[in-house]
């Protein structure tokens, strides 16, 4: 177990194609690290930087105090989980385990105890002898997790493991990896794009965009208070609504919002924020374009006169409402959250 | 020309492992065509003491020769028989073989053994069949008054090697057009009979033109197979006889370089050869690249 | 099929009988001339039934010495020889060769694969003498070297390899750097293994190829030590204008041509994706 630090990272491809603008990233020891972003961001890339898969155009990469830039991938102890699992296809289960071990010169005894360890852990023990082909996906993800497991590194590394399963079977998994890394304390990089699996297994949040950190905190820290417009719209389902605040300011009066912070244009709330009927914020009044009823909760979309775009809201169960109502909408005061288009970033 | 995302660090390893077969291409590919090219502009005194510079000499000499015309003339001939013949005849049996389900396999076996046949004994199946005392079709056809000696006529003799080489290249045809039918989607075949096209009609209005891109790299590599894989067949029926009928380009280096020693025309040869089959092999190349696609 | 008529189904079985037949008439003739004795075979009237002959013809074949050629056990073995270096030669420098232009990336990689690639464009039929030269320059003339290695550089095999190789997901590699092997560890642990059946199927194609080859054992070898069969049937079948031996030789020439058949009948499946992928 270790803490690996980031400093001033750069990654340059041929042609001048830069991918990673400098990125600075101290992950704690024993710590569960979540590069989110949206695709060709960079994420995968710092991920591959820090297997030694990438080299390092610039700045340095330490996995416990020790800077590996140089190092192969073999040699800076860490194990990684890829997207399509990468099993070696012509190997039983348990030597796809055993090889990274073999490899290491690990003793014969050591090898077995772990391999059966982890096999226990993960419930693979009936599939040892099988081949990969003669797997399910799910099953076919845990055999790449065991062969993390059993080389007990300094670093998990995870690049996108889940996003090859079906929605059903990447709930449990989440599940499973976050009591596992509970379990083992091993630090862990985890690459998603997918932001509900981010938000559920981080300890800590990197949000990455252009090939820079947007925002790194906890998850509820980055949800409840998103450092700029990118985080605003890509963590949170349905995203934050966004209301330029000169619609605001004509609906309820530019008296009431007048000690915002310079600079400060757009208004975001969070659609689960919103409420119906009157009370302490501001109130529009909005006209129901359409619900949909996505079970356990009903998502509104709301014209409000004034505003272009159509605003969303989340209630609970489902509301008396029919599409056509006419319904007060209340913006509770400490839901609001300032942005400046010109900057991209929170003003407050 | 693409590697993987990720590279092994090189350092001598990869030059370590490209050395067998850069060395062997060097020294017995590219070093005796670039011998070749040479001597074609070279002649050598009658010891062999000394070579001098003569420029096109040789080229231009061939070209004036009217034997080496004829042998050009004789060469396409053979080629596009063979061509003709082969993949006609592999077609049929590829359609026909194509429309079983039980049997397919079983006649397949039956009709790919013959690739396994080399050129040369292929050469000497036939000459005897064809052998003017002993051959049984010569025999055969005395009965209906021709008179077959290929060792005399030299059109027989033609048709010999014909005969021969394009049995031997009928697997192979049979094998590539089988394939290209069985990648011919039987919706279209469908759609076609429910449109009201009869077997014969959906065969040219929908299988064969789905299948020009098989037929055209088969011409290619038929055009190869009869120019410079077919030296044993002749080698082994009429060594370029009667009188040059069947000395095809590839079987007159053997003989003007090998046997004549005639080694600035012979090496004149080569290199015309040579150009053939580079373009040759550009064209098949530009053309499976679009294969791809398809 | 989309209709059903009966016509159509014997028409089809018609044909490719027909077709079968035409395809294994000179072999039968052949297995016919092997199965008799040498006077059914003086004129064209031969006979069209096998004979009984044919145990004592092969074993004339096997234990004879024929003037002017190797005996027949020896042609066979350099034949085998020949087949068999040709095929692992060919394998092995290429599968080493693709290994290296798509896990490495180095300086030179382009033109190597350019220098590779030129060989298809320079098959052995057109520039029989210097070639012919160079082996005889290095001292190579009658020698299973000579025979055999310089037809051992293989660029349809090279070719073959790479696009395999590059069909194996990138994660394995990887995945395998992580798990600490190294490039040769790699190759003999992962790519190997993985290469099998296409190793096996250029196995097939390969030694058919070596056991066919006649021009370039006809230029190198003099000696009748380093016959092969291909040039000892030849060369039987030449001589025999004189003294026809038919029976004799074309028990011989059944013998030459079983080994690749066989290969092809057996293991068709293995043939056909030989022939086909390294025609991509």
Not at chain 1, 323 to 331: C, K, S, T
Not at chain 2, 21 to 48: M, N
């Given at each position: 177990?270790?803490?690996?630090?980031?400093?001033?990272?750069?990654?340059?491809?041929?042609?001048?194609v830069t991918?990673?603008?400098?990125?600075?990233?101290?992950?704690?020891?024993?710590?569960?690290?979540?590069?989110?972003?949206?695709?060709?961001?960079?994420?995968s890339t710092?991920?591959?930087?820090?297997?030694?898969?990438?080299?390092?155009?610039?700045?340095?990469?330490?996995?416990?105090?020790?800077?590996?830039?140089?190092?192969?991938?073999?040699?800076?102890?860490?194990?990684?989980?890829f997207?399509?699992y990468?099993?070696?296809?012509?190997?039983?289960?348990?030597?796809?385990?055993?090889?990274?071990?073999?490899?290491?010169?690990?003793?014969?005894?050591?090898?077995?105890s772990?391999?059966?360890?982890?096999?226990?852990?993960?419930e693979?023990?009936?599939?040892?002898?099988?081949?990969?082909?003669?797997l399910?996906?799910?099953?076919?993800?845990?055999?790449?997790?065991?062969?993390?497991?059993?080389?007990?590194p300094?670093?998990?590394?995870?690049?996108?493991?889940?996003?090859?399963l079906?929605?059903?079977?990447r709930?449990?998994?989440?599940?499973?990896?976050?009591?596992?890394?509970?379990?083992?304390?091993?630090?862990?990089?985890?690459?998603?794009?997918?932001?509900?699996?981010?938000?559920?297994?981080?300890?800590r949040?990197?949000?990455?965009?252009?090939g820079?950190?947007?925002?790194?905190?906890?998850p509820?820290?980055?949800?409840?208070r998103?450092?700029?417009?990118?985080?605003?719209?890509?963590i949170?389902?349905?995203?934050?609504?966004?209301?330029?605040?000169?619609?605001?300011?004509?609906?309820?009066?530019?008296?009431?919002?007048?000690?915002?912070?310079?600079?400060?244009?757009?208004?975001?709330?969070?659609?689960?924020?919103?409420?119906?009927?009157?009370?302490?914020?501001?109130?529009?009044?909005?006209?129901?374009?359409?619900?949909?009823?996505?079970?356990?909760?009903?998502?509104?979309?709301?014209?409000?006169?004034?505003?272009?775009?159509?605003?969303?809201?989340?209630?609970?169960g489902?509301?008396?409402?029919?599409?056509?109502?006419?319904?007060?909408?209340?913006?509770?005061?400490?839901?609001?959250?300032?942005?400046?288009?010109?900057t991209?970033?929170?003003t407050d | 020309?693409?590697?993987?995302?990720?590279?092994?660090?090189?350092?001598?390893?990869?030059y370590?492992?490209?050395?067998?077969?850069?060395?062997?291409?060097?020294?017995?590919f590219?070093?005796?065509?670039?011998?070749?090219?040479?001597?074609?502009?070279?002649?050598?005194?009658?010891?062999?003491?000394?070579?001098?510079?003569?420029?096109?000499?040789?080229?231009?000499?061939?070209?004036?020769?009217?034997?080496?015309?004829?042998?050009?003339g004789?060469?396409?001939?053979?080629?596009?028989?063979?061509?003709?013949?082969?993949?006609?005849?592999?077609?049929?049996?590829?359609?026909?073989?194509?429309?079983?389900?039980?049997?397919?396999s079983?006649?397949?076996?039956?009709?790919?053994?013959?690739?396994?046949?080399?050129?040369?004994?292929?050469?000497?199946?036939?000459?005897?069949?064809f052998?003017?005392?002993t051959?049984?079709?010569?025999?055969?056809?005395?009965?209906?008054?021709i008179?077959?000696?290929?060792?005399?006529?030299?059109?027989?003799?033609?048709?010999?090697?014909?005969?021969?080489?394009?049995?031997?290249?009928?697997?192979?045809?049979?094998?590539?057009?089988?394939?290209?039918?069985?990648?011919?989607?039987?919706s279209?075949?469908?759609?076609?009979?429910?449109?009201?096209?009869?077997?014969?009609?959906?065969?040219?209005?929908?299988?064969?033109?789905l299948?020009?891109?098989?037929?055209f790299?088969?011409?290619?590599?038929?055009?190869n197979?009869?120019?410079?894989?077919?030296?044993?067949?002749?080698?082994?029926?009429?060594?370029?006889?009667?009188?040059?009928?069947?000395?095809?380009?590839?079987?007159?280096?053997?003989?003007?370089?090998?046997?004549?020693?005639?080694?600035?025309?012979?090496?004149?040869?080569?290199?015309?050869?040579?150009?053939?089959?580079?373009?040759?092999?550009?064209?098949?190349f530009?053309?499976?690249?679009?294969?791809?696609?398809? | 099929?989309?209709?059903?008529?009966?016509?159509?189904?014997?028409?089809?079985?018609?044909?490719?009988?027909?077709?079968?037949?035409?395809?294994?008439?000179?072999?039968?003739?052949a297995?016919?001339a092997?199965?008799?004795?040498?006077?059914?075979?003086?004129?064209?009237?031969?006979?069209?039934?096998?004979?009984?002959?044919l145990?004592?013809n092969?074993m004339?074949?096997?234990?004879?010495?024929?003037?002017?050629?190797?005996?027949?056990?020896l042609?066979?073995?350099?034949?085998?020889?020949m087949?068999?270096?040709?095929?692992?030669?060919?394998?092995?420098?290429?599968?080493?060769?693709?290994?290296?232009?798509?896990?490495?990336?180095?300086?030179?990689?382009?033109?190597?694969?350019?220098?590779?690639?030129?060989?298809?464009?320079?098959?052995?039929?057109?520039?029989?003498?210097?070639?012919?030269?160079?082996?005889?320059?290095?001292?190579?003339?009658?020698?299973?070297?000579?025979?055999?290695?310089?037809?051992?550089?293989?660029?349809?095999?090279?070719f073959?390899?790479?696009?395999?190789?590059?069909?194996?997901?990138?994660?394995l590699?990887?995945?395998?750097?992580?798990?600490?092997?190294?490039?040769?560890?790699?190759?003999?642990?992962?790519?190997?293994?993985?290469?099998r059946?296409?190793?096996?199927?250029l196995?097939?194609?390969?030694?058919?190829?070596?056991?066919?080859?006649?021009?370039?054992?006809?230029?190198?070898?003099?000696?009748p030590?380093?016959?092969?069969?291909?040039?000892?049937?030849?060369?039987?079948?030449?001589?025999?204008?004189?003294?026809?031996?038919?029976?004799?030789?074309?028990?011989?020439?059944?013998?030459?041509?079983?080994?690749?058949?066989?290969?092809?009948?057996?293991?068709?499946?293995?043939?056909?994706?030989?022939?086909?992928?390294?025609e991509?």
């Amino acid at each position: 177990m270790a803490s690996i630090d980031i400093k001033g990272v750069k990654k340059v491809y041929q042609g001048n194609v830069t991918a990673i603008h400098g990125i600075d990233l101290a992950i704690g020891d024993g710590e569960l690290v979540v590069l989110v972003g949206p695709s060709g961001c960079g994420k995968s890339t710092l991920l591959r930087m820090i297997a030694g898969l990438e080299t390092i155009t610039e700045g340095t990469i330490a996995i416990d105090s020790a800077v590996v830039n140089s190092r192969e991938p073999a040699e800076r102890d860490i194990a990684m989980v890829f997207q399509n699992y990468a099993l070696y296809p012509h190997m039983s289960v348990r030597q796809n385990l055993e090889y990274g071990l073999k490899n290491r010169g690990t003793p014969r005894a050591e090898i077995d105890s772990r391999v059966a360890e982890a096999a226990r852990m993960l419930e693979i023990e009936p599939f040892l002898e099988r081949k990969p082909r003669q797997l399910s996906g799910g099953q076919r993800q845990r055999v790449a997790m065991g062969r993390a497991i059993v080389r007990q590194p300094k670093a998990f590394l995870f690049d996108e493991p889940l996003s090859n399963l079906d929605a059903k079977l990447r709930g449990q998994m989440r599940v499973e990896i976050r009591r596992l890394q509970h379990r083992l304390k091993t630090t862990s990089v985890y690459v998603t794009h997918d932001q509900l699996e981010a938000m559920t297994l981080a300890d800590r949040l990197v949000v990455m965009n252009g090939g820079r950190i947007e925002q790194v905190g906890k998850p509820t820290e980055v949800y409840d208070r998103p450092a700029s417009l990118f985080v605003a719209g890509f963590i949170g389902s349905p995203p934050m609504n966004l209301i330029p605040l000169e619609a605001l300011k004509n609906i309820v009066g530019s008296a009431v919002l007048k000690d915002l912070p310079t600079e400060t244009d757009l208004i975001g709330v969070r659609p689960d924020r919103m409420q119906t009927g009157e009370g302490e914020g501001f109130v529009l009044t909005g006209t129901v374009d359409l619900i949909e009823p996505v079970g356990g909760e009903s998502h509104l979309y709301l014209h409000v006169e004034e505003i272009a775009a159509p605003l969303v809201m989340v209630m609970p169960g489902r509301p008396d409402l029919s599409e056509g109502a006419v319904v007060p909408i209340r913006l509770p005061l400490d839901a609001l959250h300032p942005f400046s288009t010109r900057t991209g970033l929170r003003t407050d | 020309m693409d590697t993987k995302r990720t590279v092994f660090p090189a350092r001598g390893l990869p030059y370590l492992l490209v050395a067998p077969q850069l060395l062997i291409t060097l020294i017995f590919f590219i070093w005796p065509a670039g011998q070749a090219v040479k001597s074609s502009f070279e002649a050598e005194d009658p010891f062999g003491l000394s070579t001098r510079f003569v420029g096109m000499q040789h080229y231009l000499r061939l070209f004036s020769e009217p034997a080496y015309l004829a042998s050009i003339g004789r060469t396409a001939v053979f080629a596009l028989a063979v061509s003709i013949i082969s993949m006609g005849f592999a077609l049929i049996l590829a359609v026909a073989v194509n429309r079983l389900v039980r049997s397919a396999s079983a006649y397949s076996t039956l009709l790919l053994w013959p690739y396994a046949v080399s050129p040369v004994v292929a050469g000497i199946l036939w000459w005897f069949i064809f052998n003017s005392t002993t051959g049984i079709l010569p025999f055969a056809l005395e009965q209906i008054r021709i008179r077959w000696n290929h060792q005399l006529n030299g059109t027989q003799a033609m048709i010999l090697i014909i005969i021969a080489a394009s049995w031997k290249q009928v697997s192979y045809n049979f094998l590539f057009f089988l394939a290209g039918l069985q990648s011919v989607p039987q919706s279209l075949n469908e759609a076609a009979a429910i449109d009201g096209a009869g077997p014969v009609k959906r065969f040219w209005t929908i299988v064969f033109p789905l299948l020009s891109p098989t037929t055209f790299f088969l011409l290619i590599v038929n055009l190869n197979y009869t120019m410079f894989d077919t030296f044993g067949i002749v080698d082994a029926t009429t060594g370029g006889g009667p009188n040059q009928a069947t000395n095809t380009l590839v079987y007159k280096v053997y003989t003007d370089g090998y046997i004549g020693l005639n080694l600035g025309s012979s090496s004149a040869q080569s290199v015309i050869l040579m150009a053939f089959v580079i373009a040759l092999t550009v064209i098949q190349f530009r053309y499976v690249e679009r294969r791809v696609q398809y | 099929m989309v209709e059903n008529r009966p016509f159509l189904a014997v028409l089809t079985h018609l044909v490719l009988l027909a077709g079968v037949v035409i395809v294994a008439f000179p072999v039968y003739i052949a297995l016919v001339a092997a199965t008799h004795g040498p006077t059914a075979l003086t004129s064209g009237a031969m006979p069209l039934l096998p004979g009984g002959e044919l145990f004592a013809n092969v074993m004339q074949v096997l234990t004879e010495n024929r003037r002017g050629v190797a005996p027949f056990w020896l042609m066979a073995w350099n034949s085998l020889w020949m087949a068999v270096i040709i095929t692992l030669g060919k394998i092995a420098i290429s599968i080493i060769s693709a290994f290296a232009i798509v896990y490495f990336r180095f300086p030179g990689r382009v033109l190597a694969f350019w220098l590779i690639f030129i060989t298809l464009m320079l098959p052995v039929e057109v520039r029989i003498i210097p070639t012919f030269k160079v082996v005889a320059d290095l001292g190579l003339l009658n020698s299973y070297a000579g025979l055999t290695i310089p037809l051992i550089a293989s660029a349809t095999a090279t070719f073959l390899f790479r696009q395999f190789f590059m069909t194996i997901p990138d994660e394995l590699m990887e995945a395998a750097r992580v798990d600490g092997a190294g490039p040769l560890k790699f190759f003999r642990d992962i790519l190997l293994p993985l290469s099998r059946t296409n190793i096996a199927a250029l196995c097939v194609i390969l030694f058919i190829y070596g056991w066919m080859q006649y021009l370039w054992p006809l230029l190198v070898t003099i000696d009748p030590n380093y016959y092969t069969l291909m040039m000892g049937v030849k060369r039987m079948a030449a001589v025999s204008d004189a003294d026809p031996q038919w029976n004799i030789i074309m028990a011989a020439v059944l013998l030459a041509m079983l080994p690749p058949i066989l290969i092809v009948v057996f293991m068709q499946r293995l043939f056909v994706k030989g022939l086909v992928e390294t025609e991509k």
